[in-house]
């Protein structure tokens, strides 16, 4: 089985965690997670972060801090399931424009979530940056990062706020551990052992990053269909590498036992295409390379 996408952790990971656990300290907040707040909002081009349990958690404490509530909210197409929902949960009615560039949801690293008061609208209030860590910056209120275990760097599981408002980072800061802000929210706080991974994965982003275009480059040379992401592709983070298949491709696949994801449906039921999401871990061998671009090949 050539897996999809999963962590490397062949760096501090088990000297960091060791340091958490001797000290006593796994919970929220803690030294760690001081650290890994100070690394992520200086690569983001920020000034501060906050770390939460999951990028979920953070999109939502997000909206609550900048009173989302109820209003209506200008989104992506391709925005992520789960920040629909929260916006969702706050009374909010979403209203999607079309993405010119987008191709099958693949254009961007990031999705942009804004208050429409019926003027123009090009500077985002928050961003859903989920796998975008080390790509291109931010101009947004609010950028929320994943960390989850399938991300190129991890904490296991994990997200990040970053903003420049320090008002906002107390905010939010409140929001994620119903420390008395008007709109109480779930305990939120990444704990220390999370961060303590986070902070020796962060120290590897630079060479994650080259790895992940590495292997798009790799895949891209031996004529895979890779989804083109236009002119600034150099400046993604290529978390996923995507490509348009049919069912004849998609079978072999399955049967070759190679991990995949389907991220995109063609939306006429007479076409059979799909957008696959194919392996691309930063420990990914030349050998399984290979045997996926064989596989697609056929």
Same mark, same amino acid.
């Not at 999705?111 to 859903?128: A, H, K, Q, R, T």
């Not at 008395?180 to 961060?195: H, L, P, V």
């Given at each position: ?55 979920? &958690? ?13 209003? $209506?909210?200008?989104? $992506? ?21 079309? %993405? $010119? ?20 609208? *090009? ?50 800061? #409140? ?25 020796? &994965?962060?120290?590897?982003? %630079?060479? *994650?990053? %080259? ?9 891209? %040379? ?51 295409? *799909? ?9 990914? #061998?030349?050998?399984? &390379? ?9």
């Amino acid at each position: 089985m050539i897996p999809l996408a999963v962590p490397n952790l062949t760096g501090n990971e088990i000297e960091y965690t060791r340091q958490a656990i001797i000290s006593n300290h796994v919970g929220p907040n803690g030294p760690f997670v001081e650290r890994f707040e100070e690394m992520v909002a200086k690569r983001a081009g920020y000034s501060y972060a906050v770390a939460t349990s999951s990028c979920s &958690q953070a999109l939502l404490a997000a909206f609550r801090a900048l009173r989302f509530e109820g209003r $209506e909210i200008c989104l $992506e197409k391709c925005a992520f399931p789960a920040a629909k929902h929260a916006l969702q949960s706050l009374g909010c009615k979403l209203k999607y424009w079309e %993405d $010119e560039d987008g191709v099958y949801g693949y254009r961007h690293d990031h999705c942009s979530y804004n208050i429409n008061d019926d003027g123009p609208y *090009f500077f985002p209030e928050v961003d859903d940056c989920a796998p975008a860590i080390g790509a291109v910056y931010s101009e947004s209120t609010v950028a929320c990062f994943s960390f989850a275990a399938n991300k190129t760097v991890t904490c296991g599981t994990g997200g990040v706020a970053c903003m420049d408002d320090n008002s906002l980072r107390e905010a939010i800061g #409140s929001l994620i551990c119903n420390r008395g802000f008007e709109y109480a929210c779930t305990e939120a706080r990444m704990a220390n052992i999370n961060a303590a991974i986070g902070c020796a &994965q962060m120290e590897r982003l %630079d060479e *994650f990053i %080259d790895k992940k275009r590495s292997i798009w480059k790799r895949y891209e %040379d031996a004529g895979l269909p890779m989804v083109d992401r236009g002119p600034s592709r150099w400046m993604s983070s290529i978390w996923l590498d995507g490509i348009p298949v049919d069912n004849e491709t998609y079978r072999r696949l399955e049967e070759s036992e190679i991990g995949h994801r389907i991220e995109f449906r063609d939306p006429d039921p007479e076409e059979d295409r *799909f957008c696959l999401s194919i392996p691309c871990s930063t420990s990914l #061998s030349e050998a399984d &390379q290979d045997k996926v671009i064989k596989t697609v090949l056929g």
